[in-house]
């Protein structure tokens, strides 16, 4: 906070690495001015509405959404955030997003391609869909799908999905990705052979933090290439722990449909001789979905995140809080994040095929633990478990997510013809932003313990500290 240089620092980050090299003289690519206007075209298809230039719909380009703007009067008040740790007072400025008026790209010219990488995310059919309209808005002819993630661009068995308007009409009725998902897959200077051999000028990449940083090579291969090519990440994560943003899609309908099973498991307990019931859910550093979806259900009685260490055993251990519940109240609902404990278990070394670990089975160790620990007790108690991740991951975007989906989708294209590669589309502070993807992948994410959110779960559980 003594140190004033350090906002400076921060904000010439967003300013300048979200720049794209491509747009230096030096490449030869010159923006044009474009009779491009959304208002104007829908006005004139629709409603024969002709919207004149005063009124006009483009972003500027010196327009800047604040990212955060907030003064705490000490880094140790409750949920004190800080970017700099000698700081409490923060603003940072970030690029708007939205169409511009200039545009980079000749539409008629453009092969845009759409990939959708990781696991499975509510709302993937959605912004597929929304890209695809808007770059059709635009006048861009050819657009394809890359199928299974970045395995697409390299295994020769896999065509390109031609894709149109009438082709994704209707796929954002179901959940899943038109294209499939896929984890690992292929070397970064094989995908950008494969980009230029294709002759791809925009590229789309849904996907979370690994396949961000796996754009980002991507981005820089390109550039250090010399290509002509926009690469813009929509940000896919469940778990809604991409640093910066509000939250990403899918975690909405996430948290709409844990909640429902974390309900199920009440009932389930409810209506059980010393019932308990337990829930594990998506989360594999952050808690963002098994504390909202407490705090939804409100029938939680223990949250356990990865934030948050926990003792199973002993005085203040989940075991014993278990027991009591049990006297009080004869039923008892766990709500634990996947990510959640880890220090308890036995470690793997055991990766899946991006490189993540393998998070040893959380859900499956306190349900162990909690049928012996009643069982040496001589207490009867009935575990019932329900881990709904793949029912949750594979269902539609609900309908705030849709609408996040549908302005993150039209924002990418318009990012891509504005010239901007290397960044991210987001919701941040309320605002629809363009953030560079290299600020977002520095870490996951987080719940801060020390959080009002956090505070307002424990409220609502009744649970104390477990340690
Ligand atoms: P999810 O939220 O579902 O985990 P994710 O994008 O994090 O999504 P990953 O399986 O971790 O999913 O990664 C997706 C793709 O990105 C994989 O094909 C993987 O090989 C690639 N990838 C992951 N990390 C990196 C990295 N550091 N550099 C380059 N590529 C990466
Ligand atoms: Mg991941």
């Known amino acids: ?173 179901s959940g899943g990705s038109l294209l499939g998902v896929s984890r690992g897959g292929a070397n970064i200077n094989d995908i950008v052979d494969r980009i230029q051999a294709k002759n791809i000028s925009m590229l789309f990449v849904l996907g979370g933090n690994g396949t961000h940083a796996g754009t980002q090579a991507i981005h ?23 640093l ?64 948050v260490p926990f003792d199973l055993e002993g005085q203040y251990g989940v075991l014993n809080y278990l027991e009591k519940l049990m006297q009080k109240k004869g039923s008892a609902v766990i709500c634990v994040a996947e990510g959640a404990g880890q220090d308890l278990l036995e470690r793997s070394n055991a990766t899946d095929a991006s490189g993540n670990v393998v998070l040893a089975d959380i859900g499956v160790y306190l349900q162990q633990n909690i049928k012996k620990h009643f069982k040496d007790l001589g207490i009867p108690a009935d575990v019932k478990y329900i881990d709904p991740t793949y029912m949750i991951r594979a269902v539609r975007a609900n309908a705030s997510d849709a609408i996040l989906c549908t302005v993150l989708g039209q924002n990418a294209v318009h990012g891509a013809f504005a010239g901007f590669s290397g960044i991210t589309v987001g919701i941040c502070n309320s605002h629809y932003v363009y953030l560079p993807i290299s600020e977002v992948i520095k870490s996951h994410r987080l719940v801060d313990p020390n959080s009002r959110m956090w505070h307002r779960c424990l409220t609502s559980t009744g649970q104390p500290d477990f340690i």
């Not at 919207?51 to 949920?79: C, H, M, Q, W």
């Not at 759409?114 to 929304?130: A, K, S």
């Not at 291969?221 to 929509?234: D, P, Y």
């Not at 975690?251 to 594990?280: C, M, P, W």
Request: glycine share 6%.
């Open 220 to 242: 820089d291969e390109c550039q250090k290439r010399r290509m002509k090519i926009s690469i813009i990440c929509v940000p896919k994560t469940i778990d809604n722990d991409i």
């Open 1 to 173: 906070f003594d140190d004033p240089d350090w906002k400076i620092h921060y904000q010439e980050k967003f300013e300048e690495c979200i720049r794209l090299p491509h747009l230096s003289d030096n490449l030869n690519v010159t923006p044009r001015h474009t009779t491009f206007s959304l208002k104007k075209r829908v006005g004139q298809v629709i409603n024969g509405i002709d919207s004149s230039e005063e009124k006009s719909d483009y972003v500027n380009d010196d327009d800047r959404a604040l990212l955060k703007v907030i003064k705490f009067s000490s880094p140790t008040s409750a949920g004190a955030e800080c970017i700099d740790p000698y700081c409490n007072w923060v603003e940072l400025w970030v690029h708007r997003a939205g169409p511009r008026k200039q545009i980079y790209f000749e539409p008629e010219n453009v092969k845009a391609a759409i990939v959708t990488c990781g696991g499975l995310c509510p709302g993937l059919n959605d912004v597929i869909r929304q890209i695809v309209f808007t770059l059709e808005v635009y006048g861009v002819k050819e657009i394809v799908g890359i199928p299974f993630g970045y395995r697409g661009f390299v295994d020769e068995e896999l065509t390109e999905i031609k894709l149109s308007r009438d082709i994704v009409q209707n796929i954002n009725l």
């Open 244 to 307: 910066l943003m509000d939250k990403t899609f899918g975690f909405d309908t996430a948290v709409e449909e844990a909640q429902r099973a974390i309900n199920s498991a009440y009932i389930e307990a409810h209506s059980a001789y010393n019932g308990i019931g337990l829930v594990k859910l998506m989360g594999r550093s952050s808690g963002f979905i098994a504390m909202h979806a407490s705090l939804s259900s409100g029938q939680t009685d223990i949250c356990l995140i990865p934030e």
